[in-house]
């Protein structure tokens, strides 16, 4: 249903294509980032294609994923995200945005309340970001248009490394084997060894050699990358009809040297007046993309990232690129670690193919069939293959214990959504009503299939039927959701408006008896300045709106039922069957959010000064979620309607036109968001919910505080705050408390668009005060001696800041260094040194661009075109985290943003974007 502006009593922001299509993302929700109030992007570090964490106005669901619905021209689409999703590592295979193509992008409008509910459904829950694509332009013959670009992706921030000591333990060299190479065995294979002076030593290959930093491992090992993206577009328009056919081509290809991107996407759009009161419109998308070598990420034997970190200070990559297999094909590596990998042995070793191929399609009509009635009806089709391989070679411990492995996951899903809607519009007087009634059907599928297996027969073969030990799973998934409407639009003189609607939603992942659940909204808005005759030159437009919603929300298929797995064993001779590990709900409830907003939208001196003022609340009770229960049940969690979540906060907006003439103009734009979500209960009897977890610290949804408090260990303190040493000159564990948290004070963004005659410059700059987040990965740099940070006492050692714990003095005894750090971090679990601040503001986007002018193209065959430099994420301005992006997370879940382990290096991107009219 196409609204105006104007009438909507809820929050909405629009964003141009122009703001999407020329600094270039190929994640299209990540281009939003810093320009939309209350939208709050994350953009992980984890190869090309990687997936991306968005939120809307914060977090509403303590176990649900948070994620708007994404709707484009229309149809609602699949969101699923991707991230590795646990700490142990694993590869970001993608979310389904980043599928959309920002080409093809007309007008993205994010709909932030819950008022969109009745329209969208419960899926709508968390805000609605809708994408209205490109449908034709009106012009003589068949306009032809050419949108190209090309930019290098290279390092922009990585770890501060010291490089003064390398290989050893307690500044002294490691002992030399039998086999003249050094032990390489934990401690000794650290860098805290002697210091680096050129000095003769025997290197981890067993080789004489000069003792000596080799630099940032980084800078050396990663590439500079590149994007490469052609689109090339066919329309026109008539007052019967409009098309546009697009085909854009994108090569990708990541600092990881074999990491890369292959995507072609075909769109065609069509519309027709078969009549004078009956309408056709259609479209068809179809995406093929293949990513090759995913990097693994975390704790991931193959990531690059972790084993360049921890690599002594004095080895050359050199040695390492050159060594990586001995005599026996067995991998060589500076350790004897079983769980970490020669960095150049994955490379050639460790391999992945993820290849998708997504349909999306609708076709619609609308029959006038009256002056006051008309019917619309929609359907339309989201449709994905994918098929995911990986390998890994024999011969590295850390991959199966030397013995190599296999896995091939292949699928499909698919979403249809179909809808009818008729509406009836009258005029009485100066009031204007409108009433529809709809109905909605969505049908939601899925399969799977994965096979795996160890131990492999023959080298180099990468075959199911190559490995001696194999195992296979397979799953089925439906759902259905079946909807009936009302609305009713009031307006009167153009500056009343009142919509309300009612929705009734029946679930199929529901019990029978709660599968059916209705819903409601309100909204309003009063247009004073027209209302009251007091627009003028100073005060434009004025407008109060307010909105209420109550939305009820089911949850995913299954968690209704029994449901048995039948197990596979060649040891038995009958047949073994397993149940879950939640244990099922037979009488679940619906889920219930009510939310309500307030705002003002103010236009001064003819609109050159907007502002737009929000505050909301929302209140989401009898969530659907596992809680955990004791292990004696034969279950780990039960699931429940428990927890309620509140979430408030603020939103402003502003626009400026500070100056504007023929030939120079200024526009300045802010946002700014604070949101708080607020754990109000859970399930009776529960303190807490562990909603994620690396090494000791964990984040967690407790009664009573905000959602996504860090948890972890402090140091032992006297009731002063005065850490207790031991005789030893070391700190000692004491209480788990809160840390931090993963939400921001408040975050926001600053855009300028500067234009000089056909010369324009935009920026854009995001910020964020506050939040936290814990790096595992600089921890680990901090025990194992490679980083920075742990300089300062290798040669005195350290005197701890606290007290005797016996003497009750100030501690006067230093420990060393290593110990220091080794005790705090690894043996006591001591995290809050390494809980960060997530304070930073970045140079978000740069894009310079000129457009030709007429009498330059006057005569040739090109009507109009331009010429720009762009940057994205080119560099902090602040960073209160210093040598590592806030951003850099391993999956894209709500609390994603909590845990940093060894992230790929963070990257900035610089290129050229042509565009040509013909």
């Known amino acids: ?88 590592g694993g590869v970001d295979r993608g979310d389904a945005l980043s599928d959309i193509n920002p080409d093809d992008v007309a007008s993205i409008s994010v709909l932030k309340g819950a008022g969109t509910s009745a329209a969208y459904g419960s899926l709508g829950i968390n805000g609605v970001i809708l994408i209205t694509t490109k449908s034709g332009s009106k012009m003589p013959g068949i306009g032809v248009s050419l949108n190209s670009s090309f930019t290098f992706t290279d390092i922009a921030l990585t770890p501060d490394f010291q490089n003064q000591y390398g290989v050893g333990f307690f500044n002294d060299f490691p002992p030399i084997n039998a086999d003249g190479r050094p032990v390489l065995d934990y401690p000794l294979s650290w860098s805290w060894g002697p210091k680096m002076e050129g000095q003769s030593y025997t290197n981890w290959l067993g080789r004489t050699d000069s003792y000596s930093p080799q630099g940032n491992p980084y800078k050396d090992f990663y590439q500079t990358g590149f994007a490469i993206a052609n689109t090339i577009a066919f329309e026109g328009r008539s007052d019967k009809g409009s098309f546009r056919m697009s085909i854009t081509d994108e090569d990708v290809q990541g600092i990881v040297s074999n990491n890369t991107l292959a995507k072609q996407t075909f769109n065609l759009r069509g519309s027709s007046s078969l009549t004078d009161n009956f309408s056709i419109d259609g479209k068809m998308t179809y995406l093929t993309s293949k990513v090759k070598n995913r990097p693994d990420l975390a704790e991931g034997g193959g990531n690059t990232a972790l084993q360049l970190a921890l690599m002594p200070r004095d080895i050359t990559l050199e040695d390492v690129r050159n060594n990586t297999v001995n005599a026996d094909g067995e991998e060589i590596k500076w350790n004897l670690d079983n769980t970490f990998n020669n960095p150049y042995w994955a490379l050639e070793n460790i391999k992945n193919t993820d290849e998708k191929d997504r349909f999306q399609g609708f076709l619609g009509i609308k029959w006038d069939i ?123 003189g153009g500056y009343v408006y009142f919509d309300a609607s009612l929705r009734n939603d029946n679930s199929s992942a529901l019990p029978k008896d709660n599968n059916s659940y209705w819903y409601h909204s309100e909204n309003m808005s009063f247009l004073f300045t027209k209302a009251l005759g007091l627009g003028n030159q100073y005060i434009s437009k004025g407008k109060l709106r307010g909105s209420f919603a109550k939305v009820g929300n089911d949850t995913s298929p299954y968690r209704t039922q029994a449901i048995y797995n039948v197990d596979q064993t060649v040891t038995l001779p009958y047949t073994v069957g397993s149940i879950p590990g939640s244990l099922p709900s037979f009488d679940l409830r619906p889920e219930t959010s009510e939310s309500w907003e307030v705002g003002v939208d103010l236009g001064f001196f003819e609109n050159r000064l907007l502002l737009d003022l929000t505050y909301y609340e929302t209140d989401t009770k009898d969530q659907i979620q596992a809680v955990p229960i004791s292990g004696s049940s034969g279950f780990g969690s039960v699931v429940v309607n428990a927890g309620n979540i509140t979430n408030k906060g603020y939103e402003f907006q502003l626009n400026a036109v500070p100056f504007e003439s023929e030939s120079f103009g200024w526009n300045l734009g802010l946002n700014f968001t604070k949101s708080n979500s607020k754990v109000e209960s859970l399930n009776e009897g529960l303190t807490s919910i562990e909603l994620n977890r690396l090494w000791s610290v964990s984040v967690e949804a407790r009664p009573g505080e905000e959602f996504g408090g860090i948890y972890g260990n402090d140091f032992l303190r006297d009731n002063f705050g005065r850490k207790l040493i031991t005789d030893d000159g070391l700190a000692q564990r004491g209480e788990r408390i809160k840390l931090g948290s993963i939400n921001p004070d408040w975050y926001g963004g600053i855009s300028n668009t500067l234009r000089y005659k056909n010369l324009s410059l935009n920026t854009l700059i995001s910020v964020q005060q506050g939040g936290e987040f814990y790096s595992y990965g600089r921890a680990y740099r901090m025990f194992f001696g490679t980083d920075a940070r742990t300089l300062p006492g290798r040669e005195t050692g350290i005197v701890e800041e606290g007290i005797n714990e016996n003497t009750g003095f100030d501690n006067e005894v230093a420990a060393p260094a290593f110990l220091k750090h080794f005790t705090d971090i690894f043996s006591n679990e ?49 960073n209160a985290a210093g040598d590592i992006d806030p951003e850099a997370g391993f999956s894209s879940g709500p609390t994603s943003t909590a845990l940093e382990h060894s992230s790929l290096p963070s990257t900035r991107s610089y290129g050229l974007n042509l565009k040509l009219n013909f």
């Open 830 to 878: 001591v995290a809050v040194d390494q809980v960060l601040d997530a304070s930073n503001v970045k140079l978000r986007e740069v894009a310079l661009t000129y457009n030709f002018p007429q009498k330059m193209l006057r005569d040739t065959f090109i009507q109009s075109g331009s010429l720009s430099a762009i940057g994205r994420n080119l560099f902090f301005l602040y």
């Open 1 to 88: 249903m196409e609204r105006d502006k104007e009438s909507l009593g809820y929050s909405i922001s629009q964003v141009d294509a122009e703001q999407v299509n020329v600094a270039r993302e190929n994640n299209v929700m990540n281009s939003l980032s810093g320009k939309v109030s209350g939208l709050q992007i994350t953009q992980s570090n984890t190869g090309v294609d990687g997936s991306s964490r968005v939120l809307l106005r914060g977090v509403t669901t303590i176990n649900g994923n948070n994620r708007p619905l994404v709707v484009i021209d229309g149809i609602p689409i699949s969101n699923d995200a991707g991230g590795a999703g646990s700490y142990s």
């Open 370 to 492: 009256g002056e006051h009635f008309d019917i619309t009806a929609k359907s339309g089709m989201d449709y994905i293959v994918f098929d995911y391989t990986g390998h890994a070679a024999r011969g590295a411990q850390a991959e199966s214990n030397g013995l190599g492995n296999y896995s091939h996951d292949s699928g499909k899903s698919r979403i249809w959504n179909s809808d009818v809607l008729a509406t009836y519009t009258t005029d009485i007087g100066r009031l204007k009503v409108t009433g529809s009634l709809g109905a909605n059907y969505r049908d939601e599928f899925g399969s799977n299939k994965r096979i795996n297996g160890f131990d492999s027969k023959v080298r180099d073969f990468y075959n199911i039927s190559n490995y001696k030990n194999s195992f296979s799973s397979e799953s089925v998934t439906r759902k259905g959701i079946t909807s009936y409407y009302l609305l009713g639009q009031f307006s009167y």
